[in-house]
């Protein structure tokens, strides 16, 4: 019978894209080189400066991932959420680790051993080709923010990023506080509250609840 640690592994690496193409068994041989790990909302789950040598492959819960800048402000880089993983970077470089990663939700998670995790990459080469496929979205998607932060204003920023979130709906639902959608965004908490009442005076959206914004006009967004 196969023990409850390899089923519950498996079930959170099964909804990982770079172990999707993997067989059941497959997945069953990744399962055994993990370790469950849990952590509540405001856990440090690792810390610039740190050994790294091993992904994190979120099962449930939110993770933030961030870096200080030289005055000790927060830059968040990326909010990850279930079926995504991080500190992937680590498995390639023997430096200490660049970012912070905290929850910002209580997380369930698998840990998985940088040096177990390459031999399989061997084994496996669609897990590599995974993996270098995920770098590369994770790399253009920070160009695109470097790019936003310098050259676009902080209306525009606010109003590309609403209609990024709302997929097409007229709603958002913010995936993280709004501290941190403004840190991800280059401003500060109260400069994105300002504008935000502002686009609210201007019938651009309906602030409601602490995360919950209707965007009532959509094309004048678009138009910012």
């Known amino acids: ?79 990850v959420g279930p079926g995504e993983f991080f500190g992937e970077l680590s498995l390639f470089s023997r430096l200490p680790l660049t970012d912070y990663a905290q929850a910002i939700e209580p997380s369930k998670m698998c840990v998985v051993e940088g040096v177990k995790l390459k031999e399989l990459m061997t084994k496996y080469t669609s897990i590599a080709f995974k993996v270098m496929e995920e770098l590369s979205k994770r790399l253009e998607a920070a160009e695109a923010q470097i790019e936003a932060i310098s050259a676009n204003t902080v209306e525009q920023r606010i109003a590309k990023a609403l209609l990024s979130l709302s997929e097409g709906k007229h709603e958002v639902h913010l995936p993280m506080s709004k501290g941190d959608f403004a840190s991800s965004l280059g401003m500060s ?15 651009l959206i309906k602030l409601s609840g602490s995360r919950r914004i209707l965007l009532l006009d959509r094309e004048r967004l678009k138009e910012i």
């Open 1 to 79: 019978m196969e023990c409850n640690h390899c089923i519950e592994q498996r079930n959170c690496i099964k909804r990982v894209p770079i172990f999707s193409s993997l067989n059941p068994d497959e997945m069953t041989e990744v399962a055994r080189i993990t370790t469950p790990k849990a952590h509540e909302k405001g856990d440090m789950i690792y810390m610039a400066g740190d050994q790294g040598g091993k992904m994190f492959v979120l099962h449930t819960g939110k993770v933030k991932i961030f870096r200080l800048t030289a005055s000790g402000k927060e830059q968040v880089i990326r909010v």
């Open 189 to 203: 908490q109260e400069t994105l509250s300002r504008k935000l009442t502002q686009f609210a005076d201007q019938g």
